[in-house]
């Protein structure tokens, strides 16, 4: 199957810095990207839609301003959380694919932790 | 609204099957995908149903009835690395994925 790579697998940062998490479409484009946050023991949250060469979708609840999203290219999306805060920390998955008949690819998810 | 209901925590016992149940309720319906997750990690696909019926692959199978909004997903000969949350999800009439809680899945020796 198609693989999506996400980076980095895990960071630690400081409340009030900023930290950019990476989705790549390996071997396909993807013109359309999906960012998950999943806390423990829940589902996934789609956060918003990343679309290649165009402002992203937000979930309505979700800050644009604080989960900058940027799909400049075919195959990256990169998530930037701005100012994080504790409550900030959690699972951040972001997934290609998964529209009409075919299955979503997920990358590998990124563990981020505010202190 | 939209809704995906699948039991919170399910035990069985290695070498034994489990069927998962999933029933939902969308505003349309473009398939439904089971998801494999394990602790810390990302889901992995596991099966795409959008035809009434049966789909095995495996020692897993996944059922669907799209007249009664159901599925689920058939375990069999259960080994300890099937510990893991299974997520069911319905692909809606805009192709958005609508995520259930997922089901814990315990597994004894």
């Known amino acids: 199957g198609a693989v999506v790579s996400q980076h980095p697998s895990r960071v630690i940062c400081k409340s009030g810095t900023s930290v950019k998490i990476e989705c790549r479409s390996l071997d396909f484009q993807a013109t359309t990207m999906f960012w998950y946050r999943q806390f423990p023991k829940q589902s996934l949250m789609l956060m918003a839609t990343?679309?290649?060469?165009?402002?992203?979708?937000?979930e309505q609840g979700v800050e644009k301003d604080k989960f900058l999203i940027n799909h400049a290219s075919l195959t990256l999306s990169t998530l930037t959380v701005t100012s994080a805060h504790p409550e900030d920390s959690s699972f951040y998955i972001c997934?290609?694919?998964?529209?009409?008949?075919?299955?979503?690819?997920f990358g590998q998810g990124t563990r981020l932790t505010v202190v | 609204g939209q809704n995906i209901d699948q039991p919170t925590e399910m035990t069985a016992t290695e070498g034994a099957i489990v069927q998962i149940n999933c029933t939902y309720q969308?505003?349309?319906?473009?398939?439904l995908f089971w998801y494999q997750q394990h602790a810390g990690e990302a889901p992995t696909f596991l099966s795409y149903?959008?035809l009434d019926g049966l789909e095995e692959k495996g020692r897993f199978s996944s059922f669907l009835s799209r007249s009664k909004g159901y599925s689920y997903l058939l375990l069999k000969e259960l080994q300890m690395k099937d510990s893991a949350s299974y997520l069911c999800?319905?692909?809606?009439?805009?192709?958005?994925?609508?995520w259930g809680a997922g089901t814990k899945l315990i597994i004894k020796p």
């Open positions: 999800a319905v692909m809606d009439s805009n192709y958005q994925l609508i």
């Open positions: 969308t505003s349309g319906f473009n398939g």
């Open positions: 990343s679309n290649e060469g165009s402002k992203a979708t937000y």
């Open positions: 997934s290609a694919g998964g529209q009409k008949d075919t299955e979503a690819f």
């Open positions: 149903n959008v």
